[in-house]
Nanobody, 115 residues
Framework: QVQLVESGGGLVQAGGSLRLSCTASGIIFNIKTLGWYRQAPGKQRDLVAVITSGGITNYADSVKGRFTISSDNAKNTVYLQMNSLKPEDTAVYYC?????????WGQGTQVTVSS
């Protein structure tokens, strides 16, 4: 059973940066998209950024210009570089990899931005 392992979350002051990483514990074939979602307390899980296997990216309006998603398909790894962080970015961040056959989710990593 392939698992997604996330790292890089933590506590940072507003205006700071964090880099999240997510690596699959095994090989995932026929990847379609790799992405990051986040869920704040009492809110639904929302898309933050996604990248296709071909390198096309899409971002939530709230993070455009501040966050950058990238991937290393050979390593089944996806990254999220987060700059100019704001308190409203505070949430649990989940990585997701969708293949032709099924989707995979990480366990989540907490990002807390203090004002």
């Amino acid at each position: 059973q392939v698992q997604l392992v996330e790292s890089g979350g933590g506590l940072v002051q507003a205006g700071g940066s964090l880099r999240l990483s997510c690596t699959a514990s095994g090989i995932i074939f026929n990847i379609k998209t790799l992405g990051w979602y986040r869920q704040a307390p009492g809110k639904q899980r929302d898309l933050v950024a996604v990248i296709t296997s071909g390198g096309i990216t899409n971002y939530a309006d709230s993070v455009k210009g501040r966050f950058t998603i990238s991937s290393d398909n050979a390593k089944n790894t996806v990254y999220l570089q987060m700059n100019s962080l704001k308190p409203e970015d505070t949430a649990v961040y989940y990585c997701n990899i969708d293949s032709r056959y099924r989707g995979y989710w990480g366990q989540g990593t907490q990002v807390t931005v203090s004002s």
